[in-house]
Structure formats: C-alpha cells, structure tokens
C-alpha cells in the first residue's frame, strides 16, 4: 500500500551553517541547491535532502512530501495532533504546515 506521506529530508539544526556546509559539501555528490549565508543551505544526497538551519536547539526537523498538504492538515488535526499553524504558501512556490513531536522535534509536511 502507498503511503500519503513521503520522508524526503532531514534539516539538522546546526550552530555555524558555512562550517556545516563545508563539511557536508565534501560528502561525493553533494549537491548544494540552496544557500542563504549564515542561515541555511539545502543539499542534495542522492534522493534525499538535507537542510542546514541555524539554530542553536537540539531538535531535528524531518520533511515528509504530501500530495495534498490541506487534507493531511485536516487528518492531522482529527489525529489529535497539534499543528503550529494551518498550511501556509511559501515565496518559493510550496506549501506547508508544523507539528513537534513530544520532544519537540518537527515534523514539516509540505507539497505544492
């Protein structure tokens, strides 16, 4: 059976985003696909993403693809989970919603 959601990513929450990217550059066939300087940098490892996020909590953040980011909001919610927000429209063309697991991981659900 196909699975609604599909674990695309992990953003690590890194305390120097220009030493972690120059560590994770050096990863073959890292490809850098986004790089704001000091605050983030996006890369691609094989079919995965890895984000860099500058933050200096120790929670992680996961990415899960879904088909249909208004109804896996809707789901979420009757799950009993909390989001921090309804699904919001993003400058680049997405669209995603928040939910921290107990320990304060985040889990993003985005898609277009």
Not at 8 to 32: I, M, N, R, W
Not at 64 to 89: C, I, K
């Amino acid at each position: 059976m196909d699975s609604p959601v599909s674990l695309e990513g992990v953003t690590l929450h890194v305390k120097d985003v220009e030493a972690s990217l120059q560590f994770y550059q050096k990863v073959p066939g890292a490809q850098v696909l986004v790089h704001r300087p000091g605050q983030f940098a996006l890369l691609r490892l094989g079919a995965c993403r890895l984000g860099l996020l500058r933050d200096d909590s120790l929670a992680f953040h996961l990415e899960a693809d879904v088909t249909d980011v208004d109804a896996m909001y809707e789901q979420v919610l009757s799950l009993g989970m909390r989001a921090e927000g309804p699904p919001q429209n993003k400058p680049w063309g997405g669209r995603d919603f928040y939910v921290h697991d107990p320990d304060g991981n985040i889990i993003e659900f985005s898609g277009k």
